[in-house]
């Protein structure tokens, strides 16, 4: 490079710079030994956002059993002082890096998806150890890989080098970064540690945990959790869940079990774990990870193993028994999408549901709304399969229910809000647009509950997206919706979709996004808007086959049709589009 490693590393530390300051301020506070809980409390209630992050994790599922915390002093006593620590460094990393923000070297979803997990099993390995602390050993995994961030940030072309070396070579990135920076991101990240003020047990064990070190270099503590990071890296890296950087071969999950020294039922429980820790935080920063990844992985694993023999034709039996239950499922809850939409005055409709499993967590919904009024409603609940259908059920029926009590969208929302946190688990939520249209087609009222914004397309080329302004239904008792006004011009239209639209992957990971969606709409502005849905989710299918296939798919049926195709884009696809056709 030309340059000096050690003034470059110095020089780095500096272009990161601190976390963003609350955050900062967070850990400081919390590694305090006289920290108050009030002064906590009035330092996180100044980020609104992460006071919302706080509570939400004190109520999931592995931490609030059958008692909600309703405020943030009774959340932040039952996470604890390193638990809040932990969560802080992790969110002021994520904002200083984020997973949906674009980078020419690392795919950042990937790399957070990786850390995360890293964080969850070394937590998990710690504590069925019963060595060292497992709140640490989680730090450690959220940590390890901020001097790769670092170097992403601000190596550019060097560290691109970097990365191709190691996957090439099928080696690791400490060897890599020394082979063409002369330093290893380890050797920053423990810098950056220091400068923001962290014990030095952690950042000597970011500093050596990709290198070989003697005995007395460093304290058992931390070698202890060196010892973790080591083992919950090879777990992830055996199950290709997220992507870290290095070129090193995962272990194959046959041999895992012999290389952590874990029984397979010690596998099993860590792969659990793994699952609902990783699905709880990576909500927190709004990242969309694949639910009971590990678990499915490691169960898909043992079949395979066991396909020969009486196990495996057992559970062919038991899957086919199981398949059958659920196509059933999927026809219960096909009748509970409208049969047909409703002809209106100066309005075209359309709309289709295309679940990735056999049911969906995704519904579209026309409501009798008091007064005589019409809305319309796109959902997505959080999940897959069986529980997110469950709870799209329930959402629908609370919706139907309470339409004929409140006119106003937002009013609606509100009630459906509260009825849901009151029957559902605190970690079971979904996103929700419910549109109330004109008697005459002139335009629409809406509230939308975090839901992925619709774009209205114009004719004369604008695009303008409806942003949403309220949590997510099921989260928050007493949350509010502020009600929007849009009015609609001949020709005008409108597209709301669910995640599953954009979010599509093709074989390089690269999401189909909102801007192919607007630019489909946009080519087929004037076709028939069931045929606008069916093209959009035909090009999404062939975003995800990629140049390669060959094969045609007909287009997805509008309400009321059946067929489902076989390419599965991974995501329920559901799409609800209208336009005004009156003068």
């Keep these: 490079m030309g340059t000096s490693s050690k003034y470059f590393v110095a020089d780095l530390v500096e272009e990161v710079g601190a976390l963003p300051t609350v955050a900062a301020q967070i850990v400081a506070l919390t590694g305090d030994p006289s920290c108050d809980i009030h002064d906590l409390c009035r330092l996180i209630q100044s980020d609104s956002v992460m006071t919302m992050r706080f509570l939400a994790l004190a109520n999931s599922a592995a931490l609030s059993g059958a008692h909600e915390a309703r405020d943030l002093r009774s959340a932040l006593v039952r996470l604890g002082l390193r638990r809040i620590r932990n969560v802080s460094l992790f969110m002021g990393m994520h904002d200083m890096a984020p997973s949906d923000r674009p980078s020419a070297q690392l795919d950042r979803k990937e790399f957070w998806k990786f850390s995360l997990a890293t964080a969850s099993a070394a937590q998990e390995l710690a504590r069925q150890d019963k060595a060292g602390n497992p709140d640490d050993a989680w730090l450690v995994g959220i940590l390890h890989g901020i001097g790769v961030l670092a170097l992403d940030q601000n190596a550019g072309i060097d560290f691109h080098e970097v990365l191709i070396r190691a996957r090439e070579h099928a080696i690791s990135l400490t060897e890599a970064e020394l082979e063409i920076l002369e330093f290893h991101h380890g050797e920053l990240g423990a810098r950056?540690?220091?400068?923001?003020?962290?014990?030095?047990?952690?950042?000597?064990?970011?500093?050596?945990?990709?290198?070989?070190?003697?005995e007395d270099e460093l304290d058992p503590e931390a070698r202890q959790l060196i010892?973790?990071?080591?083992?919950?890296?090879?777990?992830?890296?055996?199950?290709?869940?997220?992507?870290?950087?290095?070129?090193?071969?995962?272990?194959?999950?046959?041999?895992?079990?012999?290389?952590?020294?874990?029984?397979?039922?010690?596998?099993?429980?860590?792969?659990?774990?793994?699952?609902?820790?990783?699905?709880?935080?990576?909500?927190?920063?709004?990242?969309?990870?694949?639910?009971?990844?590990?678990?499915?992985?490691?169960?898909?694993?043992?079949?395979?193993?066991?396909?020969?023999?009486?196990?495996?034709?057992?559970?062919?039996?038991?899957?086919?028994?199981?398949?059958?239950?659920?196509?059933?499922?999927?026809?219960?809850?096909?009748?509970?999408?409208?049969?047909?939409?409703?002809?209106?005055?100066?309005?075209?409709?359309?709309?289709?549901?295309?679940?990735?499993?056999?049911?969906?967590?995704?519904?579209?919904?026309?409501?009798?709304?008091?007064?005589?009024l019409v809305g319309l409603v796109i959902a997505d609940v959080c999940g897959k399969g069986m529980p997110a259908a469950l709870l799209a059920s329930n959402l629908q029926a609370s919706l139907r229910a309470l339409a004929g009590v409140f006119p106003d969208p937002g009013a609606l929302l509100a009630a459906v809000n509260d009825a849901l946190c009151e029957n559902t688990p605190a970690d079971h939520f979904a996103t929700l647009f419910l549109a109330v249209l004109a008697p005459d087609g002139t335009g629409f009222r809406y509230a939308s509950a975090g839901h992925e914004p619709p774009l209205l397309l114009r004719p004369d080329g604008s695009c303008l997206a409806l942003k949403p302004a309220g949590t997510p239904l099921g989260m928050f008792p007493g949350a509010q919706y502020p009600v929007q006004e849009v009015p609609l011009g001949p020709g005008d239209l409108v597209a709301a979709y669910t995640d599953g639209i954009i979010e599509a992957l093709n074989g390089n990971r690269k999401e189909f996004g909102r801007e192919s969606l607007e630019q489909c709409c946009r080519a087929h502005f004037n076709s028939p808007c069931p045929d606008l849905i069916g093209t959009v989710v035909q090009t999404v299918r062939n975003h995800v086959e990629g140049p390669s296939s060959s094969q045609v798919e007909p287009p997805l049926a509008p309400a009321g049709a059946g067929g489902r195709p076989p390419v599965d884009p991974g995501d329920d696809l559901t799409m609800v589009v209208l336009r005004r056709t009156g003068g």
């Design 192 to 214: 950056l540690l220091r400068q923001w003020g962290l014990p030095r047990v952690f950042s000597r064990a970011i500093d050596f945990y990709g290198e070989d070190f003697a």
């Design 227 to 372: 010892h973790t990071l080591r083992s919950a890296i090879t777990f992830v890296r055996s199950f290709a869940f997220g992507a870290s950087g290095d070129g090193h071969q995962p272990v194959a999950l046959a041999d895992l079990s012999r290389a952590l020294d874990l029984p397979e039922s010690g596998l099993g429980e860590l792969a659990s774990r793994v699952d609902r820790e990783v699905g709880e935080l990576s909500r927190l920063v709004g990242l969309d990870l694949d639910g009971q990844h590990f678990g499915q992985t490691l169960e898909e694993s043992k079949r395979q193993t066991a396909r020969a023999g009486l196990e495996g034709f057992e559970d062919s039996l038991n899957r086919e028994k199981l398949e059958e239950e659920l196509a059933m499922a999927r026809q219960i809850q096909q009748h509970l999408l409208p049969a047909a939409l409703p002809t209106l005055p100066g309005l075209e409709l359309g709309a289709a549901n295309h679940p990735s499993l056999q049911v969906s967590g995704d519904y579209y919904d026309v409501l009798k709304i008091k007064g005589g």
